[in-house]
């Protein structure tokens, strides 16, 4: 499991990269994330991230019909989302790459 002070750092990053990827709404956010091995993810923890992304102007949210049941909220990524996920890619990949290395040094 995951611990949660870890994945504060990098779930925000990771939600707006779903995001990206397609325009999408909470649920289906979480299982995205269930399904790659988030599986202690709720909506609960998704929907104040959606809100805070939002509220930084990384995201845009706007209300469509759904095939089934009632209109969905779904999400879309700005221009500044992109700028700051092409900076959370940056700073993920430098991070990965220096914890490699201390741990490349031997664990117990």
């Given at each position: 499991m995951i611990e949660s002070q870890m994945l504060k750092g990098v779930i925000?990053?990771?939600i707006l990269h779903i995001i990206k990827n397609n325009e999408t709404y909470g649920y289906e956010i979480v299982?995205?994330?269930k399904?790659?091995?988030?599986?202690?993810m709720?909506?609960?923890t998704v929907y104040?991230?959606?809100?805070?992304?939002?509220?930084?102007?990384?995201?845009?949210?706007?209300?469509?019909?759904?095939k089934i049941g009632p209109k969905r909220k779904y999400y879309y990524i700005t221009a500044k989302g992109r700028d700051y996920l092409k900076g959370f890619y940056e700073s993920f990949d430098e991070l990965e790459e220096v914890v490699s290395n201390v741990l490349k040094k031997g664990r117990l």
């Open positions: 925000e990053g990771v299982e995205e994330l399904n790659s091995g988030f599986y202690t709720t909506e609960g104040p991230i959606l809100l805070r992304l939002s509220k930084k102007g990384l995201i845009l949210g706007a209300y469509k019909k759904s």
